[in-house]
């Protein structure tokens, strides 16, 4: 037997094992979706900000400094509608559902285009840190309701024209009178309302109740060094913390484990559609 089919199994039999599994996935695992925000994907949906801006990826062009908000709603409108309203259901997210559907489990993800309640994870079981491409803030925060961008997002994508909306269509703030922003953590405004609050909450709980003489699994997707105090760093402490704990770190770029963790630690830097075809042909 192969190392590669090795290491398959033995996460795939502490996965049957578990008793409590977190799931925390990142910006990596979105990609291996399909939601990838550079190359082709990128070029087919921007191409007219790639002329006028020269702006080089999804990812990049959301820091770019628009003089104008007609300019910034319309990048936001095409990012948020190609990303967040577009997209539907996919293949790698509803592979994972089926993994997981029938333990005990929860996540945790930074990532924003709310894939995990689009292919059916239960709402209580989920915990997006980040934020979420469908809702819009007060941009300096002066409270903390959020507003779906949905009705927008679907009226401006026809109204785009030479990267702007027109005037009408840009949102303000309904208190202040004052900018609008995509409810994405990116700087000290970010607002976390009573929904996130209570994501955090459920996420504490299961933490709490998760007994650590118990069997644990920490399911690792496509988590990286952007921000891995979420997910990363945390991981590896439960693990080294929690005697009975496996750590399954699915990364192409940073599969390693920390010296502490490694015999506790089954890493890939395979491709997940690749890993998640052998599990569920397991089952």
Aim: some cysteine; charged content about 30%.
């Amino acid at each position: 037997m192969n190392r590669f089919v090795q290491r398959l199994d033995n996460a795939k039999k502490a996965m049957d094992e578990v008793d409590y599994m977190i799931i925390g996935a990142g910006a990596g695992f979105s990609a291996a979706a399909g939601l990838e925000y550079s190359g082709k994907r990128f070029d087919d949906n921007f191409q007219d900000f790639i002329e006028k801006y020269g702006v080089e990826d999804m990812y990049s062009a959301t820091f770019y400094p628009y003089g104008t908000q007609e300019e910034k709603w319309a990048h936001w409108i095409r990012h948020v509608y190609v990303n967040r309203y577009s997209v539907g259901k996919t293949k790698l997210y509803g592979q994972l559902l089926e993994l997981v559907k029938d333990k005990d489990y929860f996540v945790l993800t930074t990532n924003v285009e709310h894939q995990f309640w689009i292919n059916g994870f239960e709402d209580k079981k989920i915990f997006a840190t980040q934020g979420d491409y469908g809702l819009m803030q007060c941009e300096k925060a002066c409270h903390d309701n959020l507003y779906s961008n949905e009705e927008l997002v679907f009226e401006g994508i026809e109204k785009i024209e030479d990267c702007k909306i027109p005037s009408d269509l840009v949102p303000v703030c309904p208190v202040c009178g004052g900018n609008m922003e995509i409810n994405i953590r990116k700087d000290n405004f970010f607002v976390e309302d009573e929904k996130w609050h209570e994501m955090s909450k459920n996420y504490s709980e299961f933490l709490k109740n998760a007994d650590e003489d118990k069997n644990i699994v920490f399911l690792e997707l496509g988590v990286g060094f952007n921000t891995p105090t979420i997910i990363r760093y945390p991981f590896e402490q439960m693990t080294y913390n929690c005697p009975n704990a496996t750590l399954i770190r699915l990364n192409r770029d940073y599969p390693q484990a920390i010296p502490e963790n490694k015999d506790k630690t089954i890493s890939f830097n395979e491709e997940i559609s690749e890993i998640f075809d052998y599990w569920l042909s397991r089952l």
